[in-house]
């Protein structure tokens, strides 16, 4: 290890040192660290900001109960373990929604618009920004069809923002594995995206084909096949 | 080398996954967005769950959540202080008791016939009392003899005052 890393070991050391004592600013400075990387992780499941919330809350609670009670055993592993903990917490909330899941995110197309209208202040076309959120919608739509443990890889790596290296730790499998079934699931991802712009392409060209008389006949045909 | 290292991606299929792996990046940064005030939120309950976690007495007491913890401590502190109250309690009551003197008193059956023998001397020996008390008491008794023939046939007790009990 890097006499960098060891100092950042060291110096986490403290903090949670001091967050097991319940110390107010060790607990801004977690939470500060790495809140917002969890709370990716479970809005990028549950698609609801509030339960996001309450999800990461939980964890964290979680967290400080277990550092209190000297649970905390895996020295030098905080991040692995911090975010073992959410993935358990935000599977068993997926399991429990499973049958409720709602397949479209209307606040993430609204938070997306708020970027678009500062980007239409400084002058990106509204065409482009309508088409990031159409894009953002279908990868949502692609992620939900991939098998649990290449989305679990994605969300991990990019949402909670894990090297390599944390995420064997973490999963207890080789780096190369994970590399390897990182790769995977990005490609898997590219092929439903693929299919699903096809299939759109397909569903515009025959509806700009047919005539205006069958137009209506037409779409409610393709959406029952939907 | 591994043999996993040897299924890992050759640079055009990398290529291939980037703009992939760019819009995923895309989203990741979306939903980081959190909402204003959170990290006030969790920073104060994740706080007061270690504060509400760490041990209060000595041995440690197994419990999966902060919550449970407490629950257990506050019932401690109630059976502590009904325990206190009790033993307050007991103890007052026994003291009590054995601050109040215990009053003498005579057989009125024995002294109503010790006084029918005139027997000064039996009335003496009854409670081997001497003092004023006694002496008083007697004298009443001895005026009263209404009270001492009732005494015989229906035995009562009758304290150093005269007063039956």
Not at chain 1, 38 to 47: E, G, I, P, T
Not at chain 1, 154 to 167: K, N, T, Y
Request: proline letters at 3%.
């Amino acid at each position: 290890m890097s006499a960098e890393g060891s100092a950042e070991n060291a110096a986490l050391a403290v903090l949670l040192e001091s967050a097991s004592k319940g110390e107010a600013d060790a607990w801004r400075t977690l939470v500060d660290l790495y809140s917002r990387r969890v709370f990716a992780l479970a809005k990028s499941r549950c698609r609801s900001s509030e339960l996001a919330e309450e999800i990461t809350q939980s964890v964290f609670v979680t967290i400080a109960t277990k550092l209190s009670q000297s649970e905390y055993t895996e020295k030098g592993r905080f991040e692995s373990w911090l975010f073992r903990v959410a993935m358990n917490r935000i599977r068993d909330e997926a399991r429990r929604a499973k049958r409720h899941a709602t397949p479209t995110d209307p606040e993430a197309v609204s938070a997306l618009a708020d970027r678009s209208r500062m980007s239409d202040a400084s002058g990106a076309s509204s065409a482009t920004n309508e088409e990031s959120v159409q894009q953002i919608a279908r990868l949502r739509l692609a992620m939900d069809q991939l098998s649990d443990a290449d989305r679990e890889i994605i969300e991990l790596r990019h949402h909670g923002q894990m090297s390599f290296q944390q995420l064997a730790d973490m999963l207890n499998e080789p780096m190369g594995t994970l590399l390897a079934r990182h790769h995977r699931a990005l490609r898997k991802l590219k092929e439903i995206m693929s299919e699903a712009m096809s299939q759109e392409i397909d569903r515009a060209a025959g509806t700009a084909l047919t005539p205006t008389t069958t137009h209506s006949t037409v779409r409610i045909g393709s959406e029952k096949q939907r | 080398m591994n043999k996993d290292i040897k299924n890992l991606p050759a640079d055009g299929d990398a290529h291939d996954v980037s703009e992939m792996e760019a819009s995923v990046n895309r989203l990741a940064e979306l939903d980081r967005m959190a909402p204003a005030g959170m990290q006030v939120r969790i920073a104060a309950a994740a706080m007061l769950a270690a504060r509400n976690a760490a041990p209060v007495v000595a041995g440690r007491v197994p419990a999966a959540h902060g919550a449970s913890r407490q629950g257990f401590t506050r019932s401690r502190q109630w059976a502590m202080a009904a325990t206190l109250l009790i033993g307050f309690g007991v103890g007052f009551s026994v003291l009590s008791r054995l601050s109040q003197p215990t009053p003498t008193v005579i057989d009125s059956t024995a002294a109503a016939a010790a006084l029918a023998q005139e027997d000064m001397e039996s009335w003496l020996t009854l409670t081997e009392a001497t003092d004023e008390t006694f002496t008083s008491a007697v004298k009443q008794l001895t005026s009263d003899t209404s009270r001492v023939s009732e005494s015989v046939t229906s035995p009562t007790m009758i304290s150093l005052d005269g007063d039956s009990l």
